[in-house]
């Protein structure tokens, strides 16, 4: 299993919402970004405490996924996949601006303020590869410990001072894998490590039932309904009602 390097990179933060396209596992991914995330960020970072927990590993019938925070190699792979599932959606985010976004946090050396992991899975079939690569990248998820690196909302923001996941995206070929959970895992233990909060927030769409099956069984439960901003004319753009979620953080 790969070592955790020195110092972790990056975070990410913002708004949510749920699109078919971008499923966790089995169901739609129920939060992502908004458009304008890479204007007025303020990035003030401290060292995160403890990152062993971040790096995980498991067996899919496809091979292995290891979990691990976002690294330099990942940055192309994870800008396709998450502008590849939000695509068509009322908060599409473009390939160029995610990949800023990424190398703007990479940049920043440090994680406690926000975190990227990534589940990158290699195979048993090096066929279904890029070509040139020995690995690929199947999974990525965004979680925000501090309102200074969090997206523009679309929708209410969660309260001040608790984390809020911000997006998830998996390669659909690769779903009921156990990949979102995996992730989801990694962040809260993020979350824990930093020391930023004691809860972590985010939106999923009333009717996806799948979505909010998964949460429940992470041990979110609902905080409050939200409605469409913007009323019948956000509705006609696409949006739909979603529930803010919450978990409380155990302290190490």
Not at 94 to 102: G, L, M, P
């Amino acid at each position: 299993m790969t070592k955790p390097p020195g110092p972790l990179h990056e975070g990410f933060g913002g708004a949510a919402a749920s699109h078919e396209s971008a499923r966790l596992d089995i169901s739609a991914t129920t939060v992502q970004a908004a458009p304008g995330f890479i204007s007025g960020v303020e990035l003030v970072l401290f060292p995160l405490r403890d990152t062993t927990s971040l790096y995980k590993e498991v067996s899919i019938p496809e091979g292995q996924v290891v979990v691990r925070p976002l690294e330099e190699e990942d940055v192309v792979g994870s800008s396709v996949l998450l502008s590849r599932a939000f695509a068509g959606s009322p908060e599409a985010l473009t390939f160029n601006d995610v990949t800023k976004y990424y190398r703007k946090m990479l940049e920043a050396n440090d994680w406690s303020k926000g975190l990227v992991l990534v589940a990158r899975l290699t195979p048993t079939d090096p066929s279904i590869l890029p070509k040139g690569r020995k690995v690929m990248l199947i999974g990525t998820m965004s979680i925000s410990f501090d309102e200074s690196t969090r997206i523009r909302e679309v929708y209410p923001t969660p309260p001040a001072g608790a984390a809020y996941l911000t997006n998830m995206a998996i390669d659909q070929r690769f779903r009921r894998r156990g990949v979102a959970s995996l992730l989801l895992t990694g962040g809260l233990e993020g979350a824990r490590a930093s020391g930023c909060c004691n809860q972590v927030y985010l939106h999923v769409r009333d009717k996806d039932t799948p979505a909010l099956a998964l949460y429940q069984k992470m041990g979110f439960e609902s905080h409050k309904k939200e409605s469409v901003p913007g009323g019948v004319f956000g509705m006609l753009s696409g949006r739909k009602p979603q529930t803010l979620m919450r978990i409380a953080l155990e302290p190490l």
